[in-house]
């Protein structure tokens, strides 16, 4: 490896980046770096351009010595991190100097060709460099956050004493002085919410601080209130309310910029949305089990209906009953709607009972006509789940919609305001109880509002607003109380009027996400306007008044590190390929096809290649997942008559995640697109699912090749004998098809998936490597990023 050390911090840090600033600062290096891994796969290089790829080389190993100095003196300020950031720091000074020493020309042998041996060292390099920068700013990443979380602590403790004073003169020092502690939380954690990449993190940020905000007035007026009628108990209770409220806030705040928001119960992967200050923080989504019961019945086309699958399908059926009984267990729930969801329910239950009968005896009628039953089956099951998709979603909007025809809030606070001037205490219980029936109902709307959002953010919203009504019930009830016993108190009226508008600011907040969730539910967004990434293309079905949109340098950072790493793991799996004796087994060629596809991939994220436009990664994607799941088939056959072994274990480990990730990326692109964040959303998403799937492909091969060799197994004797190649020019042929199929179930004849001309074109002309030293290089500039 070219003497390079193994990375010995890796597990101690996830690399994760949560933060744009991180991905920023990660550009430049992966453009050098790029153009490094690129040309050591050139087998003869001219003397001009070896001289300009000794240059690269000293330029990235001078940069990251610059870089590496910075973090080393960072660690010598925050002893929490030292060893890890110098640890880190060292990794990235022995890849930078191992590229420096892999780019120098040996002497007397100008243009020499690259071994395989130095492209593997060349890419070892280049993933632990990138590694070790990434966990290097991840580390200078604590500190931020060590900062923002002293911020919070200096508020908390502030919080502390205004809760301990006894006079209005002390009492104005302490607000004083956590207003300005407020105002520097503020402003870092309004800094760390837009640092943050995950639109969930942003939006839980978004709440902590909506709630922060709001609380401040409440805190003054209810501890004016409280100074003012010591004795009043319900006085008492507003302001110990307020400062409970601004706790769960910051402790928020803690969660978010420590682990991602997500609350430590909330283990599983079927959560979605989690804000971590809702009601119902363990309980998963009806959308999300819904769309996982989806995934699990399209599933079964590649798995089949095994015992296990049967299992999983059951349990996802009962998380589906489980979430419909907050609909149906609803006392706001209309008779007819109750009845419609539970004959639903009956309905999914009975196309499930259905396609498992059909996938169960499909192993004893190996014909066509069984696979189509079992895909009818299939499409029949998914169907009812839409349909009970549907009711709930209009379930909920009966509910909301109800709820604003009658308008109650704007009687019942003026109502309480009224007799509470009045000093009549009983009329204002009488109107506590019919606020709080009515809290109740408007928190049952955000608990099905939860349940029928499908996005991340528009759930996180959705708990915040049941969270806030919630408290602020009580709340605002006693302040009206207190106004009650003191209707001369201009100081309690005050406090009421406070806690009015937040109400009402909430009711408002509220309405705006009935509506969004609507919209969402019924697909009415922004209008679509096709985008090629990353620079423009044409495509035959645009309309000439619609122009592609570039991205910007967010976006362009975000996908050329996904590339990157994509292209890296090709490089890598190519090379494992490249062990086997038997070249011309099935396995090596499926799994070559799809690193030539995953390379034409990564060529789009740098705008160059034969796919020019967003539909052109899309279909290439497409034929990448039939790929894969052709590729799992294969092995399978492969893996059974490898003999019982902790080897063959682990190739069952990694082969079974290969069609959940081809299902995964399938279901991406079958996503609508529209305007250009769900494109670049769409797009983003396809090649980290690309990434994924590869990585899986790639243990799954070396694996192989260790059983393949440890036991004997010649691979070529595998029952898919119709998959042949023949020629170079043939190659090129299959790869711009996606790949030739293993035949029909039946007659096992050789079928061909046919591409886009656009696409048929593009890859017979020169494929998939080009050059990219024909463009100016410039330093890496980590320090000026």
């Known amino acids: 490896m070219a003497g390079l050390a193994q990375p010995k911090s890796e597990s101690k840090l996830p690399l994760e980046i949560r933060t744009k600033s991180v991905e920023h600062t990660l550009v430049p290096l992966v453009a050098q770096i790029t153009t490094l891994v690129n040309h ?21 190993n001078r940069a990251v010595g610059k870089f590496v100095s910075v973090g080393e003196s960072i660690a010598e300020e925050n002893p929490e991190i030292k060893n890890e950031m110098c640890e880190a720091c060292q990794e990235a000074r022995q890849a930078g100097v191992s590229i420096q020493k892999l780019t120098a020309t040996p002497d007397g042998n100008s243009g020499h060709a690259k071994t395989i041996k130095e492209k593997t060292a060349m890419v070892r390099a280049a993933r632990q460099l990138l590694s070790a920068i990434t966990r290097v700013l991840l580390l200078a ?57 995950s639109d969930k993190q942003r939006a839980q940020m978004g709440a902590a601080r909506a709630v922060l905000e709001k609380a401040t007035m409440m805190l003054l007026t209810s501890s004016k209130t409280c100074l003012r009628h010591p004795d009043c108990h319900s006085a008492k209770q507003n302001r110990a309310g307020v400062f409970a409220q601004m706790r769960r806030a910051l402790d928020m705040v803690h969660q978010i910029v420590t682990n991602g928001g997500m609350s430590s119960d909330s283990l599983s992967p079927t959560v979605n949305g989690d804000s971590g200050i809702g009601l119902a ?54 008779h007819e709607n109750r009845e419609r969801i539970l004959d639903l329910c009956d309905q999914l239950r009975i196309q499930l009972n259905n396609l498992i009968k059909i996938g169960a005896s499909l192993d004893q009628k190996e014909t ?84 029928i959002a499908n996005t991340g953010p528009l759930i996180i919203t959705a708990e915040h607003n049941e969270s806030v009504i919630h408290v602020t019930c009580p709340l605002l009830l006693n302040a009206a109380q207190t106004f009650s016993q003191y209707p001369g ?17 909430q009711i408002n907040e509220l309405s705006i996400l009935v509506k969004e969730v609507n919209d969402v539910c019924q697909g009415k967004m922004e209008k679509h306007v096709y985008q090629s990434l990353p620079r423009p293309g044409k495509h035959g079905t645009m309309v000439k008044s619609l ?51 995953a390379f034409s991939m990564y060529l789009f994220t740098r705008g160059e290649g034969p796919l020019k436009t967003t539909q052109d990664l899309f279909t290439q994607a497409k034929y990448f997942a039939d790929e894969g799941n052709k590729l799992y088939k294969t092995v399978k056959e492969f893996a059974e008559r490898v003999p019982a072994s902790g080897h063959k274990e682990e190739l069952v480990v990694h082969l079974d995640r290969i ?16 305007g250009k964040a769900a494109t670049f959303n769409k797009v983003d998403s396809a090649i980290q699912e690309t990434k994924n799937l590869m990585n899986a492909v790639a243990k799954v091969v070396t694996t192989s090749f260790i059983c393949a060799t440890k036991y004997n197994i010649d691979c070529r004797s595998t029952s898919v004998q119709s998959y042949k190649w023949r020629g170079s020019s043939q190659r090129l042929d299959n790869q711009a098809n996606g790949g030739t199929d293993a035949g029909s179930e039946s007659g096992g004849s050789s079928t061909t998936t046919t591409a886009p001309p656009s696409l048929q074109n593009s890859y017979i002309e020169g494929l998939y490597r080009s050059s990219s030293l024909n463009k100016p290089l410039s330093t890496i500039g980590l320090l000026d990023s």
């Open 659 to 674: 069609p959940v990730f081809c299902q995964q990326l399938l279901k991406t692109l079958r996503a609508p697109t529209f």
């Open 368 to 451: 066509a006509s069984s696979s189509q039953e079992l895909e009818t089956a299939i499409l029949k099951t998914i169907e009812a789940s839409k349909v009970l998709h549907k009711q709930l979603q209009d379930t909920t909007m009966d509910q909301a919609s109800e709820l604003f025809k009658v308008n109650e809030d704007h009687d019942l606070l003026k109502g309480l305001k009224i007799h509470g001037l009045a000093g009549s205490s009983d009329k204002v219980d009488e109107l506590s109880v019919k606020f709080r029936e009515h809290s109740e109902q408007l928190e049952e709307v955000c608990k099905l509002l939860r349940h």
């Open 547 to 597: 122009r592609p949109v570039k991205l910007d340098a967010e976006e362009q950072a975000k996908i050329a590190k996904l590339g990157l790493e994509m292209k890296l793991i090709t490089s890598e799996m190519d090379a494992e390929t490249d062990k086997w004796e038997e070249a011309d087994n099935d396995i090596v060629k499926r799994a070559k096809n799809m690193s030539s596809m």
């Open 141 to 197: 990443d604590k500190v931020v956050v060590k900062q923002l979380l002293a911020a919070k602590d200096r508020v908390l403790a502030s919080l502390v004493k205004l809760e301990r004073v006894s006079n209005f003169t002390d009492f104005m020092d302490a607000f004083s002085h956590f207003g300005k502690e407020m105002v520097c939380l503020a402003q870092i954690t309004g800094e760390r919410q837009n640092d943050l990449k």
């Open 281 to 334: 923080t363990s309980q998963p989504t009806a959308s999300r089990v819904l769309k996982d019961f989806d995934d699990l019945c399209e599933l079964t086309r590649i798995t089949m209906v095994g015992p296990s699958t049967q299992e999983k399908l059951n349990s996802a059926l009962d998380l589906i009953i489980e979430s419909s009984q907050d609909f149906t267990d609803s006392a706001y729930t209309s």
């Open 40 to 60: 050591k796969e050139k087998t003869k290089v001219s003397e001009k351009t070896l001289r300009v790829l000794v240059q690269v080389g000293q330029v990235v």
């Open 489 to 505: 108190s201009r100081i309690a009226e005050g406090n009421l009027d406070v806690f009015a508008k937040a109400w009402e600011g």
